[in-house]
């Protein structure tokens, strides 16, 4: 049983800063990749960022690259997502996603395990 669980999420204004956290837990999970996607109402979900523990090796989606940066924490399997310059455009479902180390990229159905979501609203 692998457990994934967020936080972080929360209502900013426009331009403002906010960091996600992601911890996954459970037997057998070794070092994964870990990764984030998000999803608007209305709007299909999308990869903003992956992370491979094994080595640190990242990836990031089109949509918010250069205002993210993905990270490791020192905490087994804990990954954070710093976000800068946020937009209103940027409001979402902000989800973290578990699976093998050998795939790092935006293709959600590698990933097998999901945590429930933390809701980010951007204000204007």
């Known amino acids: 049983q692998v457990q994934v669980d967020e936080s972080g999420g929360g209502l900013v204004a426009a331009g403002d800063s906010l960091t996600l956290t992601c911890v996954a837990s459970g037997s057998n999970l070794g070092k994964p990749t870990m990764a984030w996607f998000r999803q608007a109402p209305g709007k299909e979900r999308e990869f903003v960022a992956g992370?491979?523990?094994?080595?640190?090796?990242?990836s990031y989606g089109e949509s918010m690259k250069g205002r993210v940066t993905i990270s490791k924490g020192n905490a087994e399997n804990t990954m954070f997502l710093l976000m800068n310059g946020l937009r209103p455009e940027d409001s979402a479902v902000y989800s973290c996603a578990v699976g093998p180390n050998y795939y790092l990229g935006p293709v959600s159905s590698w990933y097998d395990h999901w945590g429930q979501g933390t809701q980010v609203t951007v204000s204007s």
């Open positions: 992370i491979r523990l094994r080595d640190a090796s990242t």
